[in-house]
């Protein structure tokens, strides 16, 4: 079956440090990746949805300069956490959507970030 | 707007018990409905899936049928094991492979 990709699965940053967090489809053509971040004990909320060579429509609330989304190829998104604080601190959850397969949607197991 | 509304854990049952977490749904039209499950430390796996009206998803023994009659896909399972210990996710999608709306997640323990 399809498999997504995330790296990496966990990481430790310190306090205004950058971190960068791949999602990779990695035997089919991911048109369409999404970010979900989800909150301990809470469900996933969608941060941004962004298509292969156009930028990412992040949802309400979400701060686009803090939470950069690149798709730059058909196969990997990246989600760089810049000048992170302990509040980013959360699981981050990439899904990618088979360009090929009507309502099929496949989730990375998840980017467990932690800033310190 | 879509949401998800599905019951509120934790659940604790014991090994062989039944298993049912009720998922009810709005949706602005005709919406794919999904069960996801999260073990402890890992990402999101499929369990099922249904994709129009009374459409019945089944898998490991898990089942959960989709009634647009009262917007509702439960999910159940007739004997549960230890190893069902996990969070499960009711989630709905709109179109092909578009965004999903999850519930909140109802934590299971099921204790030997």
């Known amino acids: 079956g399809a498999v997504v990709s995330q790296h990496p699965s966990w990481v430790i940053c310190k306090s205004g440090t950058s971190v960068k967090i791949e999602c990779r489809s990695l035997d089919f053509q991911a048109t369409t990746m999404f970010w979900y971040r989800q909150f301990p004990k809470q469900s996933l909320m969608l941060m941004a949805t962004s298509n292969e060579g156009s930028k990412a429509t992040y949802e309400q609330g979400v701060e686009k300069d803090k939470f950069l989304i690149n798709h730059a190829s058909l196969t990997l998104s990246t989600l760089t956490v810049t000048s992170a604080h302990p509040e980013d601190s959360s699981f981050y959850i990439c899904?990618?959507?088979?360009?090929?397969?009507?309502?099929?949607?496949?989730f990375g197991p998840g980017t467990r970030l932690t800033v310190t | 707007g879509n949401s998800v509304t599905q019951m509120e854990g934790p659940v604790t049952l014991s090994e062989e018990a039944f298993l049912t977490i009720n998922c009810t749904y709005t949706a602005t039209g005709y919406p794919s409905l999904f069960w996801y499950v999260q073990y402890p430390g890992e990402g999101l796996q499929l369990l099922l899936k249904a994709t129009k009206a009374d459409d019945k998803g089944s898998n490991k023994g898990f089942e959960a049928t989709y009634r647009k009659e009262t917007t509702s896909f439960h999910l159940e399972k007739g004997s549960v094991q230890v190893s069902d210990s996990a969070v499960y996710f009711c989630?709905?999608?709109?179109?092909?492979?578009?965004?999903?709306?999850f519930g909140t997640g109802t934590s299971l323990t099921v204790i030997p």
């Open positions: 899904s990618a959507r088979d360009g090929h397969r009507a309502y099929e949607q496949y």
């Open positions: 989630a709905l999608t709109m179109g092909t492979g578009n965004q999903f709306y």
